[in-house]
């Protein structure tokens, strides 16, 4: 499998939701995310395709470097606030992927959080106004 481009800010504020036939025709319709929220799958072909990654640390080229844990909140929002920015370089952007619904072309973020006893696939739709 050929590595994903990394994208920056600008890549996903291009990611632009297209008219559909009906209301309810995209199989994406479903998926609210305007915040993060945890799912019980994450998403996947054939309904979306991956398009790049917002993985800042390259550990093909230093295995010592790890993408932050701090999370980026200037107006003073949090995690779960759907106007929180989706700032690129911070966490947990900084760890996600980013898929396309095929069907209308709407951004997706997605990553899992790893715990002791667990694993949390997250997702958040992208909202091209809060991407900093």
Not at 17 to 25: D, L, S, Y
Not at 47 to 53: H, L, M, P, Q
Request: proline share 9%; charged share 20%; net charge negative.
């Amino acid at each position: 499998m050929p590595a994903l481009p990394r994208l920056q800010a600008d890549d996903l504020k291009a990611l632009r939701r297209r008219e559909v036939p009906a209301a309810g025709a995209c199989s994406c319709d479903t998926v609210t995310s305007c915040s993060w929220e945890s799912v019980v799958a994450p998403l996947a072909e054939p309904a979306f395709e991956c398009v790049g990654t917002l993985l800042q640390a390259d550990p093909q080229a230093d295995p010592e470097a790890e993408a932050t844990l701090t999370e980026w909140h200037p107006d003073g929002t949090s995690y779960w606030s759907p106007t929180a920015p989706i700032a690129v370089a911070w966490f947990p952007c900084n760890r996600c992927s980013v898929w396309r619904c095929r069907t209308c072309g709407r951004g997706f973020l997605q990553y899992t959080e790893f715990g002791g006893y667990y694993v949390d696939h997250r997702l958040r739709a992208v909202e091209p106004s809060l991407v900093v």
